[in-house]
């Protein structure tokens, strides 16, 4: 038996479980850092990494922000579904790839981050072309209403991410962060800064 159900209810509805995920992602993050307070001594901070915390915290809250444009998807499928809570979960992925659940084998952040840093620029370049393919399910006319700057900058940031999955000079993961961290900055207060 198939039912149409009014697209409002069925984006609230799927709202909720994105929502779900994303807290968890936030609440990772939050713990986290929470814990540099709370044991400042037990493992060193390494600045890279905290860049890559808050360009996750950033794209985490970024993503419940634009996600508000699949109000505008009429019909909704089972595999949009998946397709939407695969997406909002690899965001928890990367979280959680940024602070494990034990840092009993490392000697502090900058070991353990040199270390998983395949992992994490692995689902760095996953989460950008998954957004090009998020982002055209919105609809074509939304899709080019970023110019040409916006696939371009998914495609950048997949290739420096796969780029620098093999390149162990920490100078260059500090200059890559901070370098994504300002662009993010600056393409949410662009593109982002007010829903229509």
């Known amino acids: 038996m198939s039912q149409t159900i009014a697209n409002p209810d069925v984006y609230l509805h799927v709202r909720v479980i994105i929502g779900i995920i994303l807290g968890l992602s936030v609440s990772r993050l939050l713990n986290g850092v929470s814990r540099f ?18 360009f996750a915290f950033l794209c985490v809250v970024h993503f419940w922000w634009f996600e508000f444009y699949l109000a505008s998807v009429r019909v909704w499928t089972f595999e ?27 000697s502090g952040y900058e070991d353990y981050f040199m270390s998983r840093r395949k992992w994490f620029y692995g689902l760095i370049a996953v989460i950008f072309l998954v957004d090009l393919v998020d982002t055209a399910i919105k609809g074509s006319e939304h899709f080019h209403s970023f110019g040409f700057v916006y696939p371009a900058r998914n495609i950048i940031y997949s290739g420096v991410a796969i780029y620098a999955m093999f390149v162990s000079d920490k100078r260059f993961h500090l200059t890559i962060a901070i370098l994504a961290l300002a662009f993010q900055v600056f393409w949410i207060l662009r593109a982002f800064s007010t829903l229509q």
């Open 37 to 54: 307070a709370q044991h400042p001594l037990r493992n060193p901070v390494f600045v890279t990494h905290l860049l890559w915390v808050a």
């Open 80 to 106: 949009l579904y998946i397709f939407i809570i695969v997406y909002a979960s690899l965001y928890f992925i990367l979280c959680a790839t940024l602070f494990p659940d034990s840092m009993a084998e490392y």
